[in-house]
């Protein structure tokens, strides 16, 4: 008899054990409105209704109750994005962040590749500085086709451009005899479009970037090319700026036996006075790269970080890190610190390295960092016991 009971609780609780999930599994569908889960593109896991590849149905360490961090659950599938974050130098903010949902909708939507917005639409939330209106415009960047030339996720170039020099250009455009005798006869191959060619849009059909060299908008181009291409080709004209290189820290060195003007100056065209590229940074990149590498990392950065001469003399100074106005840089901006600041100059050492404390003692403007207002260290605690340790 006890026998017999025992084994009817046996089957019973194996029949409860082995219903169905679908029995027992609570309707996402009665919570959250079925219409936003659809769309022209539907997520793969939402297409099949299999809500808990993603989610965690009671808790998780996660919001939206995600199973894992954001990055870390969509590289799961999207194995070539994975790859691309593993092998490619250059990511795109998000995509470091592991901001997957910031351009793509996790569930549906109207665009290709679940974008929340169109492709041009989207890539101006972030980068409005790149909408404007070219008398001419390069048809890509008119139709908002971003990602005919640049890499969503990565690349190898900071721009993420999918390819560089003119391998990007001629992936669209033949080499025409026209187009070499236009470059006089010059292997098109091996030079870069986009040193003065601007890729979004222009003043004439030819996209040219805005500012020219005075012989180069003459077409007189023996006056620089007529002998030899050094330094001295630049000083014939503007030995006047000979002088701003005359201090302990400068650039005149920077290309060993080679012209040192055209390592920054684009000898033919530019974006803006001094025949520059409109992003300093861009020049200032090819030999600082570990500076910015550094800085896209860090949480907080200085405003205008692309800017690099609004805080350094491009030529030269007496000061360290050919900075304007030397320890005293800050004051360009924040002159209004000086009622206010921790003690500073000679009456303030630092006991660490028994030098006068300057605002980049404490500040790291140069890098970032990942405390508030690019500090050293914690303002809480860590980066004040350095010096105060009594307290």
Same mark, same amino acid.
């Given at each position: 008899m006890l026998l017999n009971k025992l084994t009817k609780i046996l089957i019973l609780l194996s029949v409860v054990l082995l219903l169905p999930v679908a029995a027992m599994a609570v309707n996402c569908f009665k919570c959250h409105d079925a219409a936003e889960f659809k769309g022209r593109v539907v997520h793969a896991p939402v297409a099949d209704g299999d809500c808990l590849s993603c989610h965690g149905p009671h808790v998780s360490r996660y919001k939206k109750l995600l199973l894992r961090q954001e990055k870390d659950l969509c590289l799961e599938?999207?194995?070539?994005?994975?790859?691309?974050?593993?092998?490619?130098?250059? *990511?795109?903010?998000?995509?470091?962040?592991?901001?997957?949902?910031?351009?793509?909708?996790?569930?549906?939507?109207?665009?290709?590749?679940?974008? $929340? $917005?169109?492709?041009?639409?989207?890539?101006?939330?972030?980068?409005?500085?790149? &909408?404007?209106?070219?008398?001419?415009?390069?048809?890509?960047?008119?139709?908002?086709? #971003?990602?005919?030339?640049h890499a969503a996720h990565g690349g190898d170039d900071n721009r993420l451009l999918k390819n560089v020099g003119s391998e990007l250009c001629f992936g669209c455009h033949d080499v025409t005899k026209k187009l070499k005798t236009e470059h006089l006869g010059r292997d098109l191959t091996s030079m870069d479009c986009l040193a003065c060619h601007n890729p979004h849009g222009g003043k004439e059909k030819?996209? *040219? &970037?805005?500012?020219?060299?005075?012989?180069?908008?003459?077409?007189?181009?023996?006056?620089?090319?007529?002998?030899?291409?050094?330094?001295?080709? #630049?000083?014939?004209?503007?030995?006047?700026?000979?002088?701003?290189?005359?201090?302990?820290?400068?650039?005149?060195?920077?290309?060993?036996?080679?012209?040192?003007?055209?390592? #920054?100056?684009?000898?033919?065209?530019?974006?803006?006075?001094?025949?520059?590229?409109?992003?300093?940074?861009?020049?200032? &990149?090819?030999?600082?790269?570990?500076?910015?590498?550094?800085?896209?990392?860090?949480?907080?950065?200085?405003?205008?970080?692309?800017? #690099?001469?609004?805080?350094?003399n491009l030529h030269g100074t007496n000061g360290p890190a050919m900075l304007k106005q030397g320890e005293n840089v800050c004051d360009l901006c924040h002159d209004q610190h000086k009622g206010f600041t921790h003690p500073l100059g000679a009456d303030a050492i630092d006991p660490r390295n028994n030098q006068p404390m300057d605002c980049l003692t404490c500040h790291n403007s140069n890098t970032g960092s990942n405390y508030r207002y690019f500090l050293r260290g914690s303002g809480e605690r860590g980066l004040c016991v350095q010096c105060h340790q009594s307290y």
């Open positions: 599938c999207h194995e070539q994005v994975a790859e691309t974050v593993r092998s490619k130098p250059f *990511l795109h903010a998000p995509v470091r962040d592991g901001l997957c949902s910031s351009c793509h909708s996790p569930h549906a939507s109207e665009q290709q590749n679940l974008l $929340k $917005k169109s492709v041009g639409e989207l890539c101006f939330e972030c980068h409005e500085g790149t &909408r404007k209106k070219y008398q001419v415009s390069h048809p890509p960047f008119s139709r908002g086709q #971003c990602n005919a030339c030819s996209l *040219l &970037r805005s500012v020219s060299h005075a012989p180069f908008a003459e077409k007189n181009c023996q006056v620089c090319h007529g002998g030899d291409l050094g330094i001295d080709s #630049c000083l014939q004209c503007h030995a006047d700026v000979l002088s701003s290189f005359n201090y302990a820290h400068n650039h005149l060195g920077i290309a060993g036996r080679e012209n040192p003007c055209v390592t #920054c100056h684009n000898p033919h065209v530019g974006d803006r006075k001094g025949l520059l590229p409109e992003n300093i940074g861009d020049v200032c &990149r090819d030999c600082h790269a570990d500076t910015f590498a550094q800085r896209e990392k860090n949480l907080y950065k200085h405003s205008g970080w692309n800017s #690099c001469s609004d805080c350094h």
